[in-house]
């Protein structure tokens, strides 16, 4: 096995394990947008309320990491729901420019409001010992945990999937999605779907922010910033609207970021152009995405 061949399988995992952070913040995105047309900007900061959340449980409260994890999807959500409550509700009925105006704005409130708890200062992520764990493969050593991201990912991916084709809630969510007015008509409530939506998208951008601090060590209060926009970008290229084009276009961007600066290190200094090199490719041969759905026939 020849060295650039071990170390194009060593990155290859690691682009995986990057590309599905950008995966799950992805998949938040794009359900929050295929029901309410929204582009939540504000949804990279709760990434970053995710990650904060796990490390104070963890270095202050010394709870265990699963336990941590799951207190941070359960406070993300509860953010994502309050987030929608209090300043996307009144404005269902507003232009959608007043929308986006008011996510941005509860994205630097976020941002600041963690700023003022925490500082500004990058604070370490206490990692498992297990995550850190060297496997190998041959010539090819890797952490646990970037063996685990991908995996874990995908586990998630086909949960969201059965969530919304195999679930009552599923159905609610894909009929709100299509005709907000029929479902009304129906007896659904569709402020409880939406509320639905917001917590279950906001949980996966918590994973998805523990992941990276796991990976990276390092939280801080605008790391929501370029992940957000990284992970719309994936959004975007894979087809807004399409959970499993979320999936797909998180992973081209992981994929091609860190393939690009192993075998390139002259770019390194632009691997953060990447995704949006690739969006503006995609917006000019096919707008809809790689998986681009047609918003008048079907959802997600």
Request: aromatic share 12%; with cysteine; glycine share 8%.
């Amino acid at each position: 096995m020849s060295i650039d061949f071990v170390l194009f399988l060593q990155q290859l995992i690691n682009g995986l394990s990057l590309g599905s952070m950008y995966a799950l913040i992805a998949t938040g995105y794009t359900m929050v947008y295929g029901v309410l047309r929204l582009i939540n900007f504000a949804h990279g900061d709760i990434m970053m309320v995710g990650a904060y959340v796990a490390l104070f449980c963890i270095s202050n409260l010394n709870i265990p990491f699963l336990s941590a994890v799951s207190l941070a999807m359960i406070f993300a959500a509860f953010i994502g729901i309050i987030t929608d409550k209090i300043a996307y509700k009144p404005l269902r009925e507003a232009p959608r420019i007043s929308l986006l105006i008011t996510a941005i704005g509860i994205s630097f409130f976020l941002q600041n409001l963690f700023n003022m708890l925490f500082t500004s200062e990058p604070k370490t992520f206490p990692v498992p010992n297990l995550l850190e764990r060297l496997v190998s493969f041959g010539q090819i050593k890797l952490s646990l945990g970037s063996i685990l991201v991908p995996i874990i990912t995908l586990i998630i991916m086909f949960f969201v999937l059965f969530i919304l084709h195999k679930s009552k809630y599923g159905v609610a969510i894909r009929a709100l999605a299509f005709d907000v007015k029929t479902v009304h008509l129906m007896g659904i409530d569709a402020n409880l779907i939406i509320a639905i939506v917001f917590a279950l998208g906001s949980a996966l951008a918590a994973i998805g922010g523990i992941f990276w601090s796991v990976n990276y060590y390092s939280v801080e209060p605008t790391m929501g910033t370029l992940m957000g926009l990284k992970a719309f970008a994936a959004a975007v290229l894979g087809g807004i609207g399409s959970v499993i084009g979320a999936v797909l276009g998180g992973l081209i961007i992981g994929l091609s970021e860190v393939i690009a600066v192993a075998f390139f290190p002259e770019l390194s200094g632009f691997k953060d152009a990447f995704a949006f090199i690739f969006l503006v490719f995609i917006l000019l041969f096919r707008p809809t995405g790689i998986l681009g759905i047609n918003f008048e026939k079907s959802r997600f």
